[in-house]
């Protein structure tokens, strides 16, 4: 059975950062797309960042600069390191694991990030 739990989400204030994990049980992680998306109420699910098999990474534009995410092959966990975090950035953040090529996607439960004063 796969899973992917996150943690790390909470209540930050602009300006500050917060580190999410996703660990994964059932699947290596390192032979999987690794990503992380984001959702607030009434929108759709939005790339945050990806990590791929072979480790290269891609961010959204609204991102770049200020997340990171990498990958702990001995841990099979992957991060989300968020740096100079902004009102915007609040959303529930998924986890994802995908082999898009033989149509295998996972999602993980999603942990809640707010950005509020």
């Known amino acids: 059975q796969v899973q992917l739990v996150e943690s790390g989400g909470g209540l930050v204030q602009p300006g500050g950062s917060l580190r999410l994990s996703c660990a994964a049980s059932?699947?290596?992680?390192?032979?999987?797309?690794m990503g992380w998306y984001r959702q607030v109420p009434g929108k759709q699910r939005d790339l945050v960042a990806v990590?791929?098999?072979?480790?290269?990474?891609n961010y959204a534009d609204s991102v770049k600069g200020r997340f990171t995410i990498s990958r702990d092959n001995a841990e099979n966990t992957v991060y989300l390191q968020m740096n100079s975090l902004k009102a915007e950035d609040t959303a529930v953040y998924y986890c994802?694991?995908?082999?898009?090529?033989?149509?295998?996607?996972?999602w993980g439960q999603g942990t809640q990030v707010t950005v509020s004063s």
């Open positions: 059932g699947i290596i992680c390192s032979m999987y797309n």
């Open positions: 990590i791929s098999r072979g480790g290269t990474t």
């Open positions: 994802n694991a995908a082999r898009p090529l033989v149509g295998i996607n996972y």
